[in-house]
């Protein structure tokens, strides 16, 4: 009867070697910590440096969110799901009472505009004004002693200097993109004037757009506008122009831009002896708008305007920023060469004229990546 003891005991046995074994594995850690090696001092201070500039930013930074209604008879079939005609965008405050600075294809075409502050306070946001040739949008919400983002001088902005692109990507909150000034110069616009934007090669993706763009004073230097490749290149507004630009979209609802109706092009190497030019410098004049303020004017294709108001024009940027940036009516000088002999016309700039129906809906819910841009047209009447 007390055969089965000896079973017992063995099977008692390996049940107590196995948890032993275990335990001995247990005891064993599976990875190995670090023993708490220190980073280089000069890092160290960069790294504090990096995460205090990026704290410091933040209060300024709201998130835009945006509903739009069908349009008139479109079906909800073609419109699509509720999700779709939601998007959401970045911003930033501007003024203690606020106002707050974004991107017009945020906003465009917006039922409702809700904005959401760092603090978690949401406020229905009323459009001030908008501009979609820069693509930049004023908008107003009903608080008072916000905190506001400082703008700096992007005339300043050097490439090669660091900056944060920061922002709400893909419907995330308050993120922060670390990079360098890439290059200041044309944006990818088609329709924009003449003015330098400013590229980096911090991330600018969908959601990030009307974001700022901070040097490490903790300057705003740009509004984060526009990103191509799948958000590898982004661009941002030069804040000078930003400021430049708020007076007329707090007053007017939009921007006069200035507009001379004409087709302009660089200067040949080749035909600068037959245009009477001893260097290729200026803006050759292919074509004239009939009825527009250049031909009123005087002004005739084949003319090469070399100054405005004796600003020198070096190429065809130099003039769409003189007369974009000139306000509408007033008149300006006009020096150009004509068959070898250099005259000078009076003209009275008009207000700019889109060429063509801007598409009414530009922004793509996050997190679709942004097609990539078509680069701009030397062709484009001004």
Same mark, same amino acid.
């Given at each position: 009867m007390?055969?089965?003891?000896? !079973?017992?005991?063995?099977?008692? =046995?390996?049940?107590?070697t196995?948890?032993?074994?275990? =335990?001995?594995?247990?005891?064993?850690?599976?990875?190995?910590?670090?023993?708490?090696?220190?980073?280089p001092? @000069?890092?160290?201070?960069l790294?504090?440096?990096?995460?205090d500039?990026?704290?410091?930013?933040?209060?300024?930074?709201?998130?835009?969110?945006?509903?739009r209604?069908?349009e008139?008879?479109?079906?909800?079939?073609?419109?699509?799901? !509720?999700?779709?005609r939601?998007?959401?965008?970045s911003?930033?405050? *501007?003024?203690e009472?606020?106002?707050? *600075? $974004?991107?017009?294809?945020?906003? =465009?075409?917006?039922?409702?505009?809700?904005v959401?502050l760092? %603090?978690g306070?949401?406020? @229905?946001?009323?459009?001030?004004?908008?501009?979609?040739r820069?693509?930049?949008?004023l908008?107003?919400?009903?608080?008072?002693?916000?905190?506001?983002?400082?703008?700096? %001088?992007?005339?300043?902005?050097?490439?090669?200097?660091?900056?944060?692109?920061?922002?709400?990507?893909?419907?995330?909150e308050?993120?922060?993109s670390?990079?360098?000034?890439?290059?200041?110069?044309?944006?990818?616009?088609?329709?924009?004037?003449?003015?330098?934007?400013?590229?980096?090669?911090a991330?600018?993706?969908?959601?990030?757009?009307?974001?700022?763009l901070?040097?490490?004073?903790?300057e705003?230097?740009?509004?984060n506008?526009?990103?191509?490749?799948?958000?590898? &290149?982004?661009?941002?507004?030069?804040?000078?122009?930003?400021?430049a630009?708020l007076?007329?979209?707090?007053?007017?609802?939009?921007?006069?831009?200035?507009w001379?109706?004409?087709?302009i092009?660089?200067?040949?190497?080749?035909?600068?002896?037959?245009?009477?030019?001893?260097?290729?410098?200026? *803006?050759?004049?292919?074509?004239?708008?009939?009825?527009?303020?250049?031909?009123?004017?005087?002004?005739?294709?084949?003319?090469?305007?070399?100054?405005?108001?004796?600003?020198? *024009?070096?190429?065809?940027?130099?003039?769409?920023?003189i &007369?974009?940036? $000139?306000?509408?009516g007033?008149?300006?000088?006009?020096?150009?060469?004509?068959?070898?002999?250099?005259?000078?016309v009076?003209? $009275?700039?008009?207000?700019?004229?889109?060429?063509? !129906?801007?598409p009414?809906?530009?922004?793509?819910?996050?997190?679709?990546?942004p097609?990539?841009?078509?680069?701009?047209?030397?062709?484009q009447?001004?």
């Open positions: 007390r055969r089965p003891a000896l !079973p017992v005991a063995l099977a008692l =046995s390996l049940v107590l196995q948890l032993a074994a275990g =335990s001995a594995l247990a005891a064993e850690a599976l990875w190995k910590d670090s023993p708490g090696a220190a980073v001092p @000069d890092i160290a201070r790294n504090n440096f990096m995460h500039l990026a704290e410091r930013m933040k209060p300024a930074l709201v998130q835009v969110r945006v509903r209604a069908l008139p008879g479109e079906s909800q079939e073609q419109q699509g799901t !509720p999700e779709e939601r998007s959401a965008g911003g930033f405050i *501007v003024r009472d606020g106002y707050l *600075v $974004t991107n017009a294809h945020v906003v =465009s075409d917006a039922d409702r505009i809700q959401r760092a %603090d306070r949401r406020f @229905d946001g009323r459009l001030v004004g908008l501009d979609e820069v693509d930049l949008a908008l107003k919400i009903e608080a008072q002693n916000l905190p506001v983002a400082l703008l700096g %001088d992007s005339n300043k902005t050097r490439v090669g200097e660091f900056v944060l692109a920061l922002g709400h990507p893909f419907g995330l308050q993120t922060v670390f990079g360098i000034v890439s290059r200041k110069g044309a944006p990818i616009q088609v329709a924009a004037p003449g003015f330098e934007f400013i590229q980096t090669d991330a600018v993706n969908p959601g990030n757009s009307g974001g700022p901070v040097n490490m004073a903790g705003v230097v740009g509004v506008s526009m990103a191509a490749v799948n958000g590898s &290149i982004g661009f941002a507004i030069p804040v000078n122009l930003v400021k630009l007076p007329q979209l707090a007053e007017k609802g939009k921007v006069e831009w200035g001379l109706g004409v087709s092009a660089e200067v040949p190497d080749e035909d600068a002896p037959k245009l009477g030019l001893k260097e290729p410098k200026g *803006v050759l004049i292919r074509q004239v708008v009939s009825g527009q303020p250049a031909d009123q004017g005087g002004i005739k294709a084949n003319d090469v305007v070399v100054s405005v108001d004796g600003a020198s *024009v070096e190429g065809p940027r130099d003039l769409q920023r &007369i974009s940036s $000139t306000p509408v007033k008149v300006v000088k006009i020096s150009l060469m004509r068959e070898g002999k250099e005259q000078e009076a003209v $009275t700039v008009g207000a700019y004229q889109a060429q063509a !129906p801007r009414t809906r530009r922004l793509v819910p996050a997190p679709r990546s097609q990539q841009p078509q680069p701009p047209s030397p062709q009447p001004r």
